[in-house]
T-cell receptor, first 114, second 111 residues
């Protein structure tokens, strides 16, 4: 089973460039999430989508945009990348058909901005 | 606001026990625990819900004190495979599934 698939796995950008991180899940989950992970900071929520057609800001949304393309896919876009956005980005999904379900994480995208 | 985990790091010998704590300044409705090995994705361990319901792995135990807004993860008879970083995530009221994670506790189990 694929679970949550993130692409690309690694990326190097120059300051000011834009890019979109892709995430897809095959578990028919309603909710999807984007986190960034920096050393000593844990996982910080950037944006989330509780259900198809809805998106909401998390703890650190500045500099990012998201699109919930359909139930399977949730993309994260950096419009003008900055060195402070160098991080590991994780996408996750959960089944909100039942209350308080675990989140399933993708393998992450390691993004460096020079 | 981010929950606070303690300790930040712990080193054990195989067979020893450890307790990892998670404390929040907000009312807790659910607490999730995840383990992450270096270079890998976080993996679900347990959910504790307000009212006492728990869901998770057989060999992991945890507690949830709603009044103190605290949760503790108990790792007994530790094995080398327990090494990694442990995160607690606190859930809000409602059913968005949104979690706010603590900064993590690094556990190293030595032979």
């Amino acid at each position: 089973n694929a679970g949550v698939t993130q692409t690309p796995k690694f990326q190097v950008l120059k300051t000011g460039q834009s890019m979109t991180l892709q995430c897809a899940q095959d578990m028919n989950h309603n909710s999807m999430y984007w986190y960034r992970q920096d050393p000593g900071m844990g996982l910080r929520l950037i944006y989330y989508s509780a259900s198809e057609g809805t998106t909401d800001k998390g703890e650190v949304p500045n500099g990012y945009n998201v699109s919930r393309l359909n139930k399977r896919e949730f993309s994260l876009r950096l419009e003008s990348a900055a060195p402070s956005q160098t991080s590991v980005y994780f996408c996750a999904s959960s089944d909100m058909g039942q209350p308080y379900q675990p989140q399933h994480f993708g393998d992450g995208t390691r993004l460096s901005i020079l | 606001q981010q929950p606070v985990q303690s300790p930040q790091a712990v080193i054990l010998r195989e067979g020893e026990d450890a307790v990892i704590n998670c404390s929040s300044s907000k009312a807790l409705y659910s607490v999730h625990w995840y383990r992450q090995k270096h270079g890998e994705a976080p993996v679900f361990l347990m959910i504790l819900l307000k009212g006492g319901e728990q869901k998770g792995h057989e060999k992991i135990s945890a507690s949830f004190n709603e009044k103190k807004q605290q949760s503790s993860l108990y790792l007994t008879a530790s094995q080398l495979s327990y090494s990694g970083t442990y995160f607690c995530g606190t859930g809000t009221a409602g059913n968005t599934g949104k979690l706010i994670f603590g900064q993590g506790t690094t556990l190293q189990v030595k032979p």
